[in-house]
């Protein structure tokens, strides 16, 4: 078995993870893993600052195929406590709202490129399903299925054309999805030309709240 920690540190995102994997179990190639982590994350505007308290325990295991496919599956529980920071103490209608949020997930990868970091040829495909269970201990009810396409191709002079793809689906079962369960859009990673996770709806006071879908 090895052990870690890893630890991240921003001016509004903080977090430790410690964790513990096996590379076998009972003589089978299935990579078993335990993780424990603490973070917190400050959203919406400098005007109104909301703030996320996560404690997160995750148990995963995960094989893969013989057609470069990885499986993973595993079981999340998380106490998820959100509040507004400026929030008068004695206000009885402040944002103030603490979930547990119990899940199973399900997930499949194919990676055929060439290099992780800097890729110049091949694809990677990547497809997860969650799902909320009251009978494991969640507060909340819901699905959410994200899958995600890139395509790398080398064109010649140090030239290469990449291409990428995501699509997010999620429904409450009765109940809005919180925001940690809600898709966000805009940034590097997604929409380039907007600000991390500022394209999509917003509520009144103009911050960005998420959606159950995103394409």
Known sequence: ATAGVAARYTTDFRAARVFVTT????????????????????VGSSERPFVTDKSD????QRFRTRARLQIAYGYSFQRNHTFDVN????????????VNVAKLTATGIRD???DLVDAT??????????????????????????AEQTYYRTLGGGLVFATAGRLGLAAGYGQ????????????GST??????????????????VGGNAML
């Open 176 to 187: 809005d999805l919180i925001p940690s369960e809600r898709f966000f859009a805009g940034g």
């Open 87 to 98: 929030a008068d103490p004695a206000d009885p209608f402040a944002f103030d709202i603490a």
């Open 191 to 208: 929409v380039r030309g907007y600000a991390e996770g500022t394209l999509g709806p917003r509520n009144a006071f103009g911050d960005p």
């Open 121 to 146: 040829r091949g694809q990677f495909f990547s497809g997860t399903f969650e799902y909320g269970v009251s009978a494991l201990g969640s507060d909340l009810r819901f699905a959410k299925q994200f």
């Open 23 to 42: 590379p076998s179990l009972f003589g089978l190639p299935l990579t078993s893993n335990v993780f424990l982590s603490r973070s917190r994350e400050q």
């Open 57 to 60: 325990l995750t148990l995963e």
């Open 112 to 114: 055929t490129r060439d």
